[in-house]
C-alpha cells in the first residue's frame, strides 16, 4: 500500500462540520514542510481555506502561500475555459458568447459535466507533474461520489466527443492507487460514524477510487489513568468536595463538573469509535487527530493538526 | 433593522410554535438541525395540541426508529401515545412524523403534472431522468419545499417543522423553486429541444452547438433534447408550483428557524443565511445555538482553583486524607481535572464571544447545552425541547 504523502492526489472529504478543511489543510502543509512540492485546492469557490493559512482568498490560478506550498479554488467556468482551450483545442472564439452564458444549464443539464471539470483539473495537474502532491479539500460525503465517480459516468452516458474521449487517461490516475487516494475525515459522533461507514461502501462499489485513510478528528484523550477514576469519584463526593476545597482554598465543584463532562464526552465517543473500527472493512487505514482546544482555525490550529498527523504518520 | 416588524417577534420559541403553521429549519450540516426540529414538534405536540408534523430529510437511525419512522417513503406515521407515556408525558396533540424520499417524490410530481399517460410512462423510462433525478443536487433541495407545499396545502396539519437538506449552501433551497422554473423556460433549453423539434438548426444556436457537439457528440446532445422535450408538455404545470412553493416560503404564516453550533464555520454561515432571509423579506423567527458548553468553565473562582490544581498539586494532594487513594495518584488526579477544565475553558471563552457577536439579532435566541449522549428517543427529544422551549 502507498502510504498517504506518497501518492499524488488525495480527495479529503467528510460531513458536514468534522473538520474536512482544517485535515485538507494539515495534510497539505505537512506534505509541504517535508519537501513535496504541494498543492492545495478548495472546490467549493465560497470555502474558506485561506482562512486556515492566513492569506487572501484564493482564485482558480494557484498561488504560492508558502514554502512548497501553493493553494487554488476552484472555478468550472474557469476550468471549462482551460479545459476547452489546453485539452479540446478549441478556438477563442467559441468560448465565449452562447456556450460561456449558457455554460450554467449544460453544467446542471448534462450530469457530471461540473464534476467532471472539478476532477479533471486536479487530475490533469497530477497528469503534468505540476506537483508532487495535490489535496484537494473535496465535497462533503453527500456529494463526493458523485464527483469521483464523473468521469466514469461521462463514460457511460457520452458516447462520442472529446469529452468521452479525455475520460481515459482520467480513469487510469484516479483507479491508480500508487498515485490517487480518498481520505474520510470523521469525528467520532453518530452521524459522521454512519456517514463515514456508508461512504467507505459506496467509494468501494461506486468508483474506481482508492480508500487511503480514514481520519478521525477531535479524539478526546483519556483523563484518567488505571485506578484513578476511582479517586476521581471519591473526590465528587460531599466529603472529597470539601476537603478538596479546603486543600485548594477555593471552589472546586465547577473544577469537578468539567471533568465528568470530559469524562462521559470521551466514553460517548469512545463508544462511536468503537463502532467505527467494527464496521469498517479489515485493514482500513487510520489515523487520530485529537481535539485540540484551540482558539479559532488559523495557522496555528493547521500547525498543530500538521503536527499531530506528522506523528501518526511516522514523520 | 426592520423597527416596524418588532412588535410582531415572538418572545420565545413557544410563541413561535404557536403563532406560525410552518416552521423551518435551517443552518449547516453537523449542527443538530434535525434532533432541534424533532423536539420542537414534540414540545408543541405535548404543549400546545393539534396536529403536528416534522418532516425531516436524513434522521440518524436511532432518532428515526424512535419517531417510528422505519420505513423509506413519503409515509407519515404518527408517534403513539405509548411512547410518550413512555417518556413520561402526556401529549396534548399528535406527532406526526414523515421522512422525505427524493425519487419517490419526483416520480409522484411526473404522476401529476404529466398531460398523458405516454409522457409519464416515457418520463419515469428516461434514462437521463433517473440520473438527474438522483445526482442533480438541486433537486433534492427542490422536492423538499414542493413536499412541505404538497402537505400545508392538504390542510392536514396545525404545524409542520421542517428540517432543511444538508445543501453546500443553506441557502440553495430558498432559491430551488425559482430555479427550477427558470430552468424549464431557460433559453438554453429551447436551443436544444429547437433541433429535435424541427431538425432544422436556427440559426442563433449555430456556433453553440458546433462546439456543443464536438465536446459532447450529438447522441448525447439529443438524449438530453428528447428529455426535456418530454419534461416540456409539464412545463406550465412545473412553474405555477414553483411559484406557488415561493409563495408558501414568503407567507406570513411560515417561519425560519436558524440553528447553529458556536464553531466558527457554522456560525459564518448562520449569519449568511440570517442576512439572507432579511434581504428577502423572509420572517427570521429564532436563532438555536446548539451544543454550548456550559457556563461554570467560564467561573473565576474556579479558574483559580483549577491552575492551583495543576501548580500545587503535590501539595494539595499531600493536604488530602490517603483514604481517597494514594498521594501519587491523587496528584495525577488533579492535574488531569485542572488541566481538563482549562483546555475546555479555552473553546467556552471563543463560544461565549461568538454568541456575543451573533446574539447582534435581536430575535429569540435560544441556547442549547452540550448534552453529554446522544439523543435518540423521545425522552431525549423532550429533554432537548424543555431546554429550547421558553
Known amino acids: 500500500v502507498t502510504p498517504l504523502l506518497e501518492r499524488r492526489l488525495l480527495f479529503v472529504t467528510g460531513k458536514g462540520g468534522v473538520g474536512k478543511t482544517t485535515i485538507a489543510a494539515g495534510l497539505a502543509l505537512l506534505a509541504s514542510q517535508h519537501g513535496k512540492r504541494t498543492l492545495v485546492g478548495e472546490v467549493d469557490s465560497k470555502g474558506n481555506l485561506s482562512d486556515y493559512f492566513e492569506v487572501p482568498p484564493t482564485s482558480f490560478e494557484p498561488r504560492e502561500i508558502g514554502p512548497n506550498l501553493f493553494a487554488m479554488s476552484m472555478h468550472t467556468e474557469e476550468s471549462l475555459k482551460e479545459y476547452l482551450r489546453l485539452q479540446l483545442k478549441v478556438p477563442l472564439v467559441a468560448r465565449i458568447g452562447p456556450l460561456a452564458r449558457t455554460f450554467d444549464f449544460v453544467a446542471n443539464a448534462a450530469p457530471g459535466v461540473k464534476e467532471v471539470l472539478t476532477v479533471g483539473k486536479f487530475l490533469w495537474e497530477v497528469r503534468e507533474r505540476h506537483y508532487d502532491l495535490v489535496v484537494v479539500d473535496a465535497a462533503a460525503t453527500g456529494h463526493v461520489v458523485a464527483q469521483l465517480a464523473a468521469p466514469q459516468g461521462i463514460q457511460e452516458l457520452v458516447k462520442v466527443g472529446l469529452v468521452r474521449d479525455q475520460t481515459g487517461w482520467m480513469l487510469d490516475i484516479l483507479g491508480d492507487e500508487a498515485q490517487t487516494g480518498v481520505v474520510i475525515v470523521a469525528a467520532p459522533e453518530e452521524m459522521p460514524v454512519n456517514e463515514t461507514l456508508e461512504l467507505t461502501e459506496r467509494i468501494r462499489t461506486e468508483t474506481n477510487v482508492d480508500l487511503a485513510a480514514i481520519i478521525v478528528n477531535r479524539v478526546l484523550p483519556e483523563l484518567f489513568g488505571r485506578g484513578e477514576e476511582e479517586v476521581f469519584e471519591r473526590l465528587r463526593t460531599p466529603d472529597g468536595v470539601a476537603a478538596l476545597e479546603a486543600a485548594v482554598g477555593g471552589p472546586v465543584g465547577a473544577v469537578l463538573d468539567a471533568a465528568e463532562l470530559a469524562v462521559t464526552l470521551r466514553r460517548t465517543r469512545a463508544g462511536h469509535l468503537a463502532r467505527l473500527r467494527e464496521g469498517l472493512p479489515p485493514g482500513t487505514n487510520l489515523l487520530y487527530v485529537p481535539e485540540l482546544f484551540t482558539r479559532h482555525h488559523g495557522m496555528r490550529a493547521t500547525q498543530l493538526v500538521a503536527t499531530s498527523l506528522g506523528e501518526e504518520l511516522g514523520y | ?390
Open chain 2, 1 to 390: 433593522v426592520a423597527p416596524a416588524k418588532s412588535s410582531a417577534r415572538a418572545g420565545s420559541i413557544e410563541q413561535l410554535l404557536a403563532a406560525k403553521e410552518i416552521v423551518i429549519h435551517c443552518g449547516s450540516g453537523g449542527v443538530g438541525k434535525t434532533t432541534t426540529a424533532a423536539a420542537a414538534a414534540a414540545e408543541a405536540a405535548i404543549h400546545l395540541g393539534g396536529k403536528v408534523l416534522v418532516l425531516t430529510v436524513d434522521p440518524a437511525k436511532r432518532l428515526a426508529n424512535a419517531l417510528g419512522l422505519e420505513q423509506f417513503g413519503n409515509i407519515e406515521t404518527r408517534v403513539p401515545n405509548a411512547a410518550f407515556a413512555a417518556a413520561g408525558v402526556e401529549p396534548r396533540g399528535e406527532l406526526w412524523a414523515a421522512m422525505l424520499d427524493t425519487k419517490q417524490s419526483w416520480d409522484d410530481l411526473v404522476q401529476r403534472h404529466a398531460p398523458d399517460a405516454a409522457t409519464r410512462d416515457a418520463i419515469l423510462a428516461n434514462p437521463l431522468y433517473q440520473n438527474l433525478m438522483g445526482r442533480f443536487v438541486q433537486s433534492h433541495d427542490y422536492i423538499a419545499m414542493e413536499r412541505l407545499y404538497e402537505i400545508h396545502s392538504s390542510g392536514t396539519y396545525d404545524l409542520i417543522v421542517v428540517d432543511t437538506p444538508p445543501t453546500r449552501n443553506a441557502i440553495d433551497f430558498l432559491e430551488a423553486p425559482a430555479r427550477m422554473a427558470d430552468f424549464f423556460s431557460s433559453r438554453f433549453l429551447r436551443w436544444l429541444t429547437v433541433p429535435a423539434r424541427s431538425r432544422v438548426l436556427n440559426f442563433a444556436s449555430k456556433p453553440f452547438y458546433t462546439v456543443a457537439d464536438r465536446i459532447l457528440g450529438s447522441q448525447f446532445l439529443e438524449d438530453i433534447a428528447e428529455f426535456f422535450l418530454l419534461f416540456q408538455s409539464m412545463y406550465d404545470g412545473f412553474v405555477d408550483r414553483a411559484k406557488a412553493v415561493t409563495r408558501v416560503l414568503e407567507d406570513r404564516r411560515t417561519t425560519f428557524v436558524v440553528v447553529s453550533t458556536l464553531e466558527s464555520a457554522p456560525v459564518r454561515e448562520a449569519e449568511f443565511f440570517i442576512r439572507e432571509l432579511q434581504a428577502r423579506k423572509l420572517h427570521l423567527g429564532a436563532v438555536v445555538l446548539n451544543k454550548v458548553l456550559p457556563d461554570y468553565l467560564l467561573d473565576r473562582k474556579a479558574t483559580t482553583s483549577a491552575k492551583r490544581m495543576v501548580a500545587d498539586a503535590p501539595v494539595i494532594a499531600e493536604a488530602l486524607d490517603t483514604s481517597f487513594g494514594e498521594s501519587a495518584q491523587i496528584e495525577r488526579v488533579l492535574r488531569e481535572v485542572g488541566e481538563s477544565f482549562l483546555n475546555f475553558q479555552v473553546v467556552a471563552k471563543r463560544e461565549a464571544e461568538t454568541k456575543g457577536e451573533l446574539a447582534g439579532a435581536p430575535e429569540v435566541v435560544a441556547t442549547v447545552p452540550y448534552f453529554d449522549s446522544d439523543i435518540y428517543d423521545l425522552e431525549g427529544l423532550i429533554r432537548l425541547g424543555d431546554k429550547i422551549w421558553r
